[in-house]
């Protein structure tokens, strides 16, 4: 079976690499790194992500912005056109079933009278 790409570890083998990355001395990490098939700008990114995942995650604040009202109100309008899209198209549907069963509009509604 051939070693796998970097992009194809997964998280659990890329923090271990980390983890074991920073037991090696200096003057061993080149063969650490060939050894594991990753470079070491691939190591930095990886220690950098798991760093990171580490940190307190930002509270979003409590207070809207204006960019997310803009979004509600936009939704909502968009909601409240598909509705009326909906009561048109079901409107149309009648009007046509209506139109079978009782006949066109241009045919007449007398006939015994002849018009």
Known sequence: MSPKRPQDKSAEEKLKIVMEAE???DD???AFLRRNGIHEAQL???RGMMLSGLQKPVKPSSKPSGETRRIHELEKELLRKDKALAEAAAIIILKKKVQSIWGGEDEPTDK???R
């Open 112 to 114: 015994k009278n002849g």
């Open 23 to 25: 037991t090696v001395a």
């Open 28 to 30: 061993q990490l080149g």
């Open 44 to 46: 930095r990114e990886w």
